[in-house]
Structure formats: C-alpha cells, structure tokens
C-alpha cells in the first residue's frame, strides 16, 4: 500500500521494530510526541501498552516497513537484525532506516553497505540513554550515515532525545557509542571493586557511595587536560602526578584487594601498563602516556 505523504498538519509517521525495554521507549516517546506510529515484535504481545497511547500493531514485518517512510529498529544485535530485514529488504527500497541497535563500526558500516545495496537510505544510529531517560533532558543519541536523510528525520529523532550527526561515515556513531561505553565500564569496574572493597570492612556501599562519587566526579574534570595530552603525544607538559609515583603506588591497590579477600582482577591489568611504561623511561609523564602501549596500528 503506498505511504501517502505526511502534511504540515500531519505529522510523518514512524515504524518502530523491536519492542524490547528500549524499543517500546523509542515508540512511546513518538506516541507521545503526536507521530503515528506502527509497532512491531517478534514475539506477540508486547504492544499491548502502546496501543492504549494510540500506536497501531502490524502483524508482520512487512506491514510494519510499509507502514512508514521512516523505520526505525533496535533489535538485540546486528544478526537479529539481519534475520529481521533480510527477508523485507526489496519492501524498504526507497525508505529511511534509522538502526538503534547496538553493534561494532564494521557491523554499521556492512549494514550500510546491504541498505545501498537495496535502495535503502541509511542512517546509523548510538543510543546514550537507558529507557527511562529516552524523551528526556540526559537522552543524547549518536547518527551517522546519510546526512540528507538525518536532516529530514530530525523532528522525528529530536523527540528521542537530543540528536548529533557525527558524519557520513556509517560507522562513526558507533565507534563513539563504543568509545562511551568503554568509558562508562571502565569507571563502572572501579566503582564496584571499590564498593566491594569497603564492603571487606562491613562499610555499607550506601554509606561509601557519596563520597567515591564526589571523587569520581572531581577527578572526571581531567579529561579535558588528558585529551589534549593524548592529541598532541606530549606527556610531559602540566604533570601534576607523574606515572612513576602511580606505578609505585598501584600495587598497593591490588595488595589491599588481596589481603581483604577481594580478586583484583579489575585493576591488575593497569598495573602491567604503568610499569611497562615506567621500565621503557617515562617515567616522568604523564599516566596518559599508557595510550602509547594500547595503540596496535
Ligand atoms: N536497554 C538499555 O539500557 C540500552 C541502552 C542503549 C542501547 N541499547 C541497545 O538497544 C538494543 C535493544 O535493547 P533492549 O534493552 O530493548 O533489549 P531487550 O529488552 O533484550 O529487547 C531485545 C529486543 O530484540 C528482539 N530480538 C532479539 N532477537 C531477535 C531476533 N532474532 N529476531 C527479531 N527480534 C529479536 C527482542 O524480541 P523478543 O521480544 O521477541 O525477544 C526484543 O524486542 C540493543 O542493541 C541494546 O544494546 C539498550
């Protein structure tokens, strides 16, 4: 059935595929937000509460991609949706695909290049939120790919959380999705081998928690001096706190762990690189020097 183009008065409609925790999110805030918006999931069911805000469920994928010019997916991972698409790609041809699903920058780059492929216009997309927060002030969203077609759909996305298009590259919102996330766990892993640490002394994590997020707070405020340490290879200028006193104070971090019962297996492996770096003579840098042992290429 042809899709009739959306009016001023009419807002575009949305498809919406995958209703899990962050797909039914994604398709509320477009209900809410006054975009008709047609739903659907693998397993039946799960758009029970969006019809009451007015969604329309489709009973297969097809009806659901015919639906709206605009379809917008968050599946598991990329072979779901594969498995999903695959099968509709020749009822796509002509219309925007925005994938939210979480994936690597070759994964986006080879989705894009199967959209090409069939006439779909592609745009790749990083979501920085939990569920609660899509619609919300905190909810920003990562976009690359087809820049026309993100300029087109940005009234649309807007109502998700705030959109930034960071290139045409497919693969780039991704590659920063993940840069976030390995930020994110990587503070994440100290902040539950410390919690766990003072936990060895019967301190209730509840107890701790203001303070180790005053001192995670405060420390966050580096990353500015980091970056422009790691971008210009100079480790030496504005050291305050040079990598051969960190290297000599870590093993105090994994010794406590040990003596109070808890597995370091969350720090060591930053033990390895700050010596590393020390027995090759930096160790008057600054610790951002560290990137210099990661970096394969
Ligand atoms: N939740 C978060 O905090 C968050 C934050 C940012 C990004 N994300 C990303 O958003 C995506 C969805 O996350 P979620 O939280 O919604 O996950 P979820 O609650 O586990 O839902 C997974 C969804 O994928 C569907 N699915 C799984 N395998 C499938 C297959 N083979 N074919 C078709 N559909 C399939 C599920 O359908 P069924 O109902 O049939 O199982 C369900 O709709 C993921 O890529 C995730 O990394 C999530």
């Not at 997309?125 to 905190?138: D, S, V």
């Not at 997020?213 to 480790?235: C, F, L, R, V």
């Not at 406590?256 to 770096?277: D, F, I, K, N």
Request: with cysteine; aromatic share 6%.
């Amino acid at each position: 059935m042809p899709v009739s183009p959306a009016s001023p008065l009419s807002p575009a409609p949305v498809s919406v595929l995958g209703l899990g925790a962050m797909g039914k999110a994604l398709a509320t805030a477009f209900l809410t937000g006054g975009l008709p918006t047609t739903v659907w999931n693998r397993t039946p069911g799960k758009a029970e509460p969006l019809l009451a805000l007015g969604a329309t469920a489709a009973g297969d994928v097809t009806a659901a991609v015919t639906a709206s010019e605009l379809v917008v997916v968050c599946l598991l991972d990329y072979d779901s949706v594969h498995e999903t698409l695959d099968p509709v790609a020749a009822k796509l041809a002509g219309r925007t695909l925005v994938n939210l699903t979480n994936g690597t920058p070759e994964q986006a780059r080879e989705m894009a290049a199967w959209a090409d492929a069939h006439g779909i216009v592609y745009v790749d997309g990083g979501i920085m939120a939990i569920p609660p927060g899509i619609g919300t002030e905190q909810a920003f969203l990562l976009y690359s790919g087809s820049r026309e077609a993100f300029d087109a759909c940005t009234p649309a996305l807007e109502l998700l959380g705030a959109p930034r298009f960071v290139g045409t590259d497919p693969g780039l919102a991704a590659l920063q999705d993940i840069a976030l996330l390995s930020g994110m766990y990587g503070m994440f892993a100290g902040v539950f081998h410390a919690l766990a640490l003072v936990g060895t002394e019967r301190i209730p994590a509840e107890e701790f928690a203001p303070v180790l997020q005053q001192w995670i707070t405060g420390m966050a405020t580096a990353i500015p001096h980091y970056a422009q340490q790691i971008e210009s290879g100079d480790y030496t200028t504005g050291v305050v706190s040079n990598i051969a006193m960190q290297a000599a104070a870590f093993p105090n971090l994994l010794s406590t762990a040990e003596s109070q019962g808890l597995s370091p297996e969350l720090l060591a492996p930053l033990q390895q690189l700050l010596s590393r770096r020390v027995a090759e003579g930096h160790g008057h840098e600054d610790v951002t020097g560290i990137v210099e042992l990661l970096r394969k290429k």
